[in-house]
């Protein structure tokens, strides 16, 4: 069964940092493009980063650019999201996407 499993998240202080992993299993991770996803209260999902299946291609919103990074270790099926100089503003449920499949998501919380 396919899965996504998230983990990292918590609560920090503005400026500080945060890395986020999500465990994949039970799909062909390797060939898979991924993506991270972020949903504030009262707020729709969106779109953070995403990467493609080999890593050499990459995308951010504007609002991350410069703060964020996402990669993905092919051999451990994890992808991760670092976060650097964190904002208020990053407060939300993050989650890891494949295709159609999401998982559970993490807290993360950055106070002022």
């Known amino acids: 069964q396919a899965q996504l499993v998230e983990s990292g998240g918590g609560l920090v202080q503005s400026g500080g940092s945060l890395r986020l992993s999500c465990a994949a299993s039970?799909?062909?991770?390797?060939?898979?493009?991924m993506s991270w996803y972020r949903q504030a209260p009262g707020k729709e999902r969106e779109l953070v980063a995403a990467?493609?299946?080999?890593?050499?291609?990459?995308s951010y919103a504007d609002s991350v650019k410069g703060r964020f990074t996402i990669s993905r270790d092919n051999v451990k099926n994890t992808l991760y999201l670092q976060m650097t100089n964190l904002k208020p503003e990053d407060t939300a449920m993050y989650y890891c996407?494949?295709?159609?499949?999401w998982g559970q998501g993490t807290q993360v919380t950055v106070s002022s």
């Open positions: 990467i493609s299946s080999t890593g050499s291609d990459t």
């Open positions: 039970g799909f062909s991770f390797w060939n898979t493009y």
């Open positions: 996407k494949a295709l159609v499949l």
